[in-house]
C-alpha cells in the first residue's frame, strides 16, 4: 500500500486553499452526520443522494425526493466507511491544494465537482440498469491526481509505503494510483469499489485540466521550479531594506 503524505511545495502561501480545506471539511462533517444517524434515517439519506444507475436512467423509480439529475453531484459528498473517506481525503490534501492555486477557487471547484459528476455518470452508463448506490469523492480526487500528475511530474512526494516513508517523483506515486486503477477495470462488476468512476474521473481530469488551466502554464514540465520573490528593477541603494527585512 503506498499512502501520500505530503508533496514539496514551491509555490508562496499567500494564496490559501481554502475550497480544498472546505470540501475536507464538508466530507468530514457529512460522513459525521452519516455516523449519527439511526439506521433508517442513513438508509433514506444514502437511497436519496447516492447515484443509482438504473434511477438516473429511467429503470426504476427515484427512491428520495431529490430529482435524480443532481444525484452525479451529490453522490460525493458521501462515504461507506472511515477508510473509505480517509483514502480520499488524504489524496485530497496532497494534491488538491497545486491544483487550486493554478486554476483559481472557483475554477477549480467546477473542476473538482466536473470530475465527479463525470466519473459518476461514466459508472452509471458502464451499468445502466444496475440498482448498486454509488457513493464517495473518489471520481472526483481521481480528476485532481491527473490534473496533479500534468502540473508537477516531477514534484517529490512523502509517501509511505506500507509503514516506511520514502520521497519519490510524483508520476512514480500517480502512476502506480492509475495502473491500478486500469488493471482493476475488469474486475469493477465483481467489486464493491467503482473502478469505472475512478477511470472516468481521471478521463474528465485529463480532458478537462489542460482546457482551465492558466495559459502560461506549461504542462508535464520537469524543469526547476523557483519561489517566487520580489525583483528590484534598477541599482539598490546602499543601505536599502528589502520588504523581508534583509539587507
Request: glycine content about 8%; charged content about 15%; aromatic content about 14%.
Amino acid at each position: 500500500m503506498v499512502v501520500p503524505i505530503y508533496d514539496d511545495n514551491p509555490f508562496t502561501q499567500t494564496v490559501k486553499p481554502v475550497v480544498t480545506w472546505c470540501l475536507i471539511a464538508g466530507n468530514l462533517a457529512i460522513f459525521f452526520y452519516e455516523i449519527a444517524a439511526t439506521p433508517f434515517a442513513l438508509e433514506r439519506l444514502i437511497d436519496t443522494f447516492s447515484l443509482i444507475p438504473a434511477a438516473l436512467f429511467g429503470y426504476l423509480p427515484p427512491l428520495g425526493r431529490l430529482p435524480v439529475s443532481l444525484t452525479p453531484l451529490t453522490y460525493q459528498f458521501f462515504h461507506a466507511d472511515l477508510w473509505h473517506l480517509l483514502g480520499n481525503m488524504i489524496f485530497l490534501w496532497v494534491f488538491g491544494d497545486d491544483i487550486e492555486r493554478e486554476l483559481g477557487r472557483w475554477r477549480y471547484l467546477a473542476f473538482y465537482l466536473l470530475c465527479g459528476a463525470i466519473g459518476g455518470l461514466v459508472f452509471a452508463i458502464s451499468a445502466p440498469d444496475s440498482d448498486i448506490e454509488l457513493i464517495g469523492a473518489s471520481g472526483s480526487i481521481a480528476g485532481v491526481v491527473v490534473a496533479y500528475a500534468m502540473l508537477r511530474p516531477c514534484a517529490r512526494v512523502t509517501v509511505l509505503v506500507w509503514v516506511i516513508p520514502m520521497r519519490i517523483a510524483a508520476y512514480w506515486v500517480i502512476g502506480l494510483f492509475v495502473l491500478t486503477q486500469l488493471w482493476s477495470l475488469g474486475a469493477a462488476s465483481k467489486s464493491e469499489v467503482a473502478y469505472w468512476c475512478h477511470f472516468g474521473g481521471m478521463l474528465a481530469g485529463a480532458l478537462l485540466f489542460p482546457l482551465m488551466k492558466q495559459p502560461e502554464t506549461r504542462l508535464f514540465d520537469c524543469g526547476p521550479h523557483l519561489p517566487d520573490t520580489v525583483v528590484q528593477i534598477g541599482p539598490r541603494r546602499t543601505g536599502a531594506v528589502r520588504s523581508d527585512g534583509f539587507r
